[in-house]
């Protein structure tokens, strides 16, 4: 039977958790559909979701649709949830971007399409809330065309829309056709001559819209009901439904990673290529872990079902693989993907409240972690602090209640800060000599640090000759590397420099027959892994860093009015201006501001523009800080910038 794994996204508050209830009551799945405000809905399964009405987890569910079985994944709309959306992408075989008829194209909307079409997922879009007062339809398809930057083919018209009794009538009227011409010569001659059959036109309409040239548009509501029969007939027709080989070599993504009752981990996973079964072995993530399937359920009708094996197409649920982690390919690895969005650029500590066991807060989070990789955890061995990285306030709220609810945990979060990194300034050398004072260890090396491209990562060379020491040491100063650069001069992660081995040495081991090893006088990789961190340090110290913070691009439409009290309210925020325009009675600005500041910018953005203010925003760069003092990050190692503090942790001694 052909599957269709079929995405629902859009901009919070939309009403796509709405839409998915209808659809699920149009095909038969469920007899009464849930409500978002009363916390009765099929896929917002979390009591936190229930109680906020609104979506925080990706969730699956399945229908069929004729002969095609459907599997409908739900998505977060607020963007501090916008990692969750990411992992789903990569298994789509289409999606329906849902806009409100009321608020039109918003912030989120515009980054979902861009995402959608840079990897060309088939997409149709529908227009909800056609009943409710305010909603339009022929504005709001300029907006799409202008706002998305894409073709749009209008399926139908509406009446009686902005009441109650407002409806979707089916039909590809002339504007459709002249959409579709545009991307096919043929069907433009015939459409010249008035020779164009109704099933020349679906079909250039199919292809094109599964090509992604074209995207078919949808007016409804999910609360009446009103378009969605007409949804559910292009999701059939137009979306790409697909019969993948159960007999290729097993070729699946983890996408989701959550806890079951008695903790065990369960994958959710799509399975691109061949059967994986039960007691089945399998090969998986970066490293190639070997586990074995304990059970595999997949979607069926509205709920999973317990299954020998899951085949190609598939989505499934998957015990027993106690390594997996989300993101992690299942047998043959598929080409590398690109992520999609940018890492989350703030940070905050978490407290423990009073009578919270910190060994049970550690347990927590690191389970959540495993859940979104990216909310990194960052331990304070010295001070005994958890930090995690966010996207947002809503995401650090969200963290909160979710350890009170599922984990019984009660914590509170210092003042959300932007994450900063280091960039070297200039080139910086540095060596200690084996045997040599200060040096207490019995090894030999020498680093030398240079910038590198934005993007380049960390490189790390040789000019010294491989074989003039055991491979091991070379590979412990190399780690040595890489982990100290986590901690600049000014406790910021080193994410893109150039590191140069210029000098190493160590004294070898006893070789006479009648002598033992003895570690006091033999090197070790201890002693590499000891001296590395130093040598790296004072490397940087002559290279010098700057620190850089984290810059979201923005784009703000508001009245133009309002212009003369948003620019200084900007300049106080540390905004850098890019461009000013003006459409009617609409100002658009363009421009950076400091991650720290935008969730200050988007509270007071009402007050300013009378609440028609709209403010898109996106990690786009990271650029020097410029004002006040240079921000710091307290250290969790053993501090190589404090020698004697150092020698003193690391060795038990201090070197002069």
Known sequence: MPLLNLGILAHVDAGKTSLTERLL??????????????????????????????????????????????????TPGHPDFIAEVERVLGVLDGAVLVVSAVEGVQAQTRVLMRTLRRLRIPTLVFVNKIDRRGAREEDLLRALTARLDIAVVPMGRTTGIGTRAARFTPALGAAALDTLADHDDGLLTAYVEGTVPDGRVRAALADQTRRGLVHPVYFGSAVTGAGVDALIGGVRELLPAVDGDPRGPVSGTVFKVERGPAGEKIAYARMFSGTLGVRTPVRFGDARKEGKVTAVSVFEHGSDVRRDAVTAGRIARLWGLADVRIGDALGRPRAAESRFFAPPTLETVVVPGPGTDPRALHVALTQLAEQDPLIALRHDERRREISVSLYGEVQKEVVQATLADEYGLDVTFRETTPLCVERPAGTGSAVEFNKKDPNPFLATVGLRVEPAPVGAGVSFALEVELGSMPYAFFKAIEDSVRENLGQGLHGWAVPDCAVTLTHCGYSPRQSHAHQGFDKSMS??????????????????????????????????????????????????????????????????????????????????????TRGEGELESAFDHYAPVARGTVPERARTDHNPLNRKEYLLNVTRRVGS
């Open 523 to 608: 090197s070790t990789g201890y002693d590499f892994r000891g001296l590395t961190p130093l040598v790296l340090t004072e490397a940087l110290r002559r290279a010098g860093t700057r620190v850089h913070e984290p810059m979201h691009r923005f784009r703000l439409r508001a009245p133009a009015d309002t212009l003369g009290a948003l620019l200084p309210v900007l300049a106080g925020l540390g905004a850098v201006p890019g461009s000013t325009g003006t459409r009617g009675a609409v100002c658009v600005l363009d421009g950076a501001v400091p991650a720290a500041r935008v969730h200050e910018l988007e509270q007071r953005l009402p007050g300013l």
């Open 25 to 74: 009551h149009s095909v038969g799945v469920i007899d009464e559909i849930g409500s978002v405000d009363a916390g009765t809905t099929r896929t917002d399964t979390l009591a936190l979701e229930r109680r906020r009405g609104i979506t925080i987890k990706s969730a699956v569910v399945s229908f069929p649709v004729d002969d095609v079985t459907v599997n409908l994944i739900d």
